[in-house]
């Protein structure tokens, strides 16, 4: 096996010292941050799996939060993303809907954005339309991401999208989802303008929306 198909299997495995070891490794070896973060996504997807067949009980998903944690850490310490707050591209409002408490995908994007120069209003998880609402009138940013993890969270992301409708908001604000939940058809039930399942992807939107390509 090759460092990356370790790293998948580490992860899934959840063995933190392998995980922490093997990205080291390979951001030694010039690897970037984002084909790493990708590799971890696929491992907590071996994680999600076993969870589904009752292989791992909820301490398995807590675990593969804390390791990624980690991962991020050393990323971090590796200085990989450096911000630059010189240009400030426009906003974005970022969180997870209703009922959806996970938030490290969207803390991923945070950080893509803003190191390529968007402001992020990050309104954390479990964030109701409403608040989506008052997030985007009160910063003026015209873009809004949702990333949503749970099926749960359908109706939720539908709300959001209709309550920009209702306010006369829909041309102003770009609505963006994300998260392992969403596809072509959630978007299309939402309503919303764009979606993936790529981080890097909602920086493409967020500049295609704003009118900065
Ligand atoms: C870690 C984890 C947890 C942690 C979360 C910690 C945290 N701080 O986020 C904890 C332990 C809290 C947790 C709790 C639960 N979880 Co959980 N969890 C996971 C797990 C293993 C990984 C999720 C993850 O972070 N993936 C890695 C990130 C990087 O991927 P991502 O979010 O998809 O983000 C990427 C892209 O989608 C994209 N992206 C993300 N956001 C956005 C936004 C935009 C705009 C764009 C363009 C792109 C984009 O960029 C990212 C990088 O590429 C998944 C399994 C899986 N396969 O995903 C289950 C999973 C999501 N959980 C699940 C469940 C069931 C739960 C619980 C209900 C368990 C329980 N019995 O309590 C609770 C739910 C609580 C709630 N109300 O939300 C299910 C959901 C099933 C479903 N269909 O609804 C999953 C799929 C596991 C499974 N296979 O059963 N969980």
């Given at each position: 096996m090759d460092l990356p198909e370790r790293l998948v299997k580490a992860m899934g495995d959840l063995d933190e010292d392998q995980v922490l070891e093997?990205?080291?490794?390979?951001?030694?070896?010039?690897?970037?941050?984002?084909?790493?973060?990708?590799?971890?996504?696929?491992?907590?997807?071996?994680?999600?799996?076993?969870?589904?067949?009752?292989?791992?009980?909820?301490?398995?998903?807590?675990?593969?939060?804390?390791?990624?944690?980690?991962?991020m850490g050393l990323l971090d310490r590796s200085q990989c993303f450096k911000l630059d707050d010189s240009q400030k591209l426009g906003k974005v409002v970022l969180g997870a809907?209703?009922?959806?408490?996970?938030?490290?995908?969207?803390?991923?994007?945070?950080?893509?954005?803003?190191?390529?120069?968007?402001?992020?209003?990050?309104?954390?998880?479990?964030?109701?339309?409403?608040?989506?609402?008052?997030?985007?009138?009160?910063s003026g940013a015209g873009v809004v991401g949702i990333s949503a993890l749970i099926t749960m969270?359908?109706?939720?992301?539908?709300?959001?999208?209709?309550?920009?409708?209702?306010?006369?908001?829909?041309?102003?604000?770009?609505i963006m989802?994300?998260?392992?939940?969403?596809?072509?058809r959630v978007c299309d039930y939402a309503g919303a303008d764009a979606w993936s399942r790529d981080a890097s992807d909602a920086v493409k939107f967020?500049?295609?929306f704003s009118g900065k390509e």
């Open positions: 093997l990205a080291g490794s390979m951001l030694a070896s010039g690897a970037e941050p984002l084909e790493i973060i990708e590799l971890c996504r696929e491992g907590f997807k071996i994680v999600g799996d076993r969870y589904e067949r009752r292989e791992y009980f909820l301490s398995g998903l807590i675990i593969s939060d804390d390791i990624f944690g980690n991962v809907p209703l009922g959806d408490v996970h938030d490290i995908g969207k803390e991923i994007v945070s950080m893509l954005l803003r190191c390529s120069g968007f402001e992020v209003v990050d309104l954390g998880v479990n964030v109701r339309p409403s608040e989506f609402l008052e997030g985007a009138v009160d969270a359908y109706e939720p992301l539908r709300e959001t999208v209709a309550a920009f409708e209702r306010e006369g908001l829909r041309q102003r604000v770009k989802l994300g998260g392992g939940a969403v596809s072509q967020t500049r295609q």
